[in-house]
């Protein structure tokens, strides 16, 4: 017994190790209501949401990207459960090269909304540039009106 429990303790703490060697995401936004504006000369009203990306893992993650700049997606609550509302996306001419986020390091994005309702920010992001394992991280809720 006493074997048992000592081999349970050592894959617990392996398994605690390795993950300090991985990548770990956490998206910020700055408020939890934003207001729609127009948008000159056009008949639009988008809500500016600017967030921030932080690694707190102890490896590089690698997020998708569109001429450098992070591509989110974002998300609408619907009828209690949370759906893709608009996905990122990068025109073909521009590159879509995934951008290196060190460990403990902090970059910062935005979107445009321009629907009322209940939001989230979506970041995908991998280990390796492949994006053979991608992970996502998403923000806190909030309200665009």
Request: charged share 25%; hydrophobic share 40%.
């Amino acid at each position: 017994m006493r074997f048992r429990r000592s081999a349970v303790v050592m894959l617990v703490a392996l398994a605690v190790a390795c993950s300090d060697d991985l990548p770990r995401l956490r998206v910020g936004v700055d408020g939890g209501s934003f207001e729609r504006v127009p948008v000159a000369g056009s008949g639009l009203e988008l809500a500016s949401i600017t967030f921030d990306v932080t690694n707190d893992g102890g490896a590089t993650a690698f997020i998708h990207a569109c001429d450098r700049r992070i591509v989110a997606s974002i998300d609408k609550r619907v009828d209690g459960r949370w759906e893709q509302f608009a996905g990122g996306f990068c025109v073909a001419n521009l590159t879509a090269d995934p951008v290196q986020l060190r460990a403990g390091a902090r970059q910062q994005g935005g979107v445009g909304i321009g629907e009322a309702g209940r939001f989230r920010v979506k970041v995908s992001y991998g280990s390796d540039a492949s994006m053979s394992e991608p992970r996502s991280a998403v923000s806190d809720g909030f309200d665009v009106h």
